[in-house]
T-cell receptor, first 109, second 115 residues
Framework: GQQVMQIPQYQHVQEGEDFTTYCNSSTTLSNIQWYKQRPGGHPVFLIQLVKSGEVKKQKRLTFQFGEAKKNSSLHITATQTTDVGTYFCSGTSGSRLTFGEGTQLTVNP | EAGVAQSPRYKIIEKRQSVAFWCNPISGHATLYWYQQILGQGPKLLIQFQNNGVVDDSQLPKDRFSAERLKGVDSTLKIQPAKLEDSAVYLC?????????????FGSGTRLTVV
């Protein structure tokens, strides 16, 4: 079945440093979504990427979808303490959205 | 707009007991999902409804889990009998008729502890 893998599993950064998480799928995806889950909270939708090679930005966050539509990345510039949480990528193949295991980000002030 | 409502927020039961979770999606959202999230892992799809029909229940352990969405609005997920490994957060989500362009909206979840 479809598998979505994320690395790294954990990332600790100093406030102001950059952060990147990578997502790889075992199958070609029709789209990829990114979610953020704060400690004790539920996943909150950040963005959806659909086109091959697509790049989208939200303030300090940059999202990329690979040319082959099997990988994606999320980059945060100059992290802040409010960025703490687990970032999940999730890919759609057919009608099912499959989540990766997430990257847990901690930010030291 | 109101979010996805779930209840109860927490539940502690003994193994072999039964438990039920309730979800009310965002008004007008035809697609409803139940996900299981074990601590430290990503959400895993259990079942997907389109209106009151099942689209995907291939990962639902049907010997003990059941779900229904009568009238195509709110939904109930049941576990009977519960096992220790069912301890997890059960998340309900819904998505708009326009598809997933706006992503899934998740409820706050029900944290189940089986002892």
């Amino acid at each position: 079945g479809q598998q979505v893998m994320q690395i790294p599993q954990y990332q600790h950064v100093q406030e102001g440093e950059d952060f990147t998480t990578y997502c790889n799928s075992s199958t070609t995806l029709s789209n990829i979504q990114w979610y953020k889950q704060r400690p004790g909270g539920h996943p909150v939708f950040l963005i959806q990427l659909v086109k091959s090679g697509e790049v989208k930005k939200q303030k300090r966050l940059t999202f990329q979808f690979g040319e082959a539509k099997k990988n994606s990345s999320l980059h945060i510039t100059a992290t802040q303490t409010t960025d703490v949480g687990t970032y999940f990528c999730s890919g759609t193949s057919g009608s099912r959205l499959t989540f990766g295991e997430g990257t847990q980000l901690t930010v030291n002030p | 707009e109101a979010g996805v409502a779930q209840s109860p927020r927490y539940k502690i039961i003994e193994k072999r007991q039964s438990v039920a979770f309730w979800c009310n999606p965002i008004s007008g959202h035809a697609t409803l999902y139940w996900y299981q999230q074990i601590l430290g892992q990503g959400p895993k799809l259990l079942i997907q409804f389109q209106n009151n029909g099942v689209v995907d229940d291939s990962q639902l352990p049907k010997d003990r889990f059941s779900a229904e969405r009568l009238k195509g609005v709110d939904s109930t997920l049941k576990i009977q009998p519960a096992k220790l490994e069912d301890s997890a957060v059960y998340l309900c989500a819904s998505s708009s008729p326009q598809g997933t362009i706006y992503g899934y909206t998740f409820g706050s979840g029900t944290r189940l502890t089986v002892v």
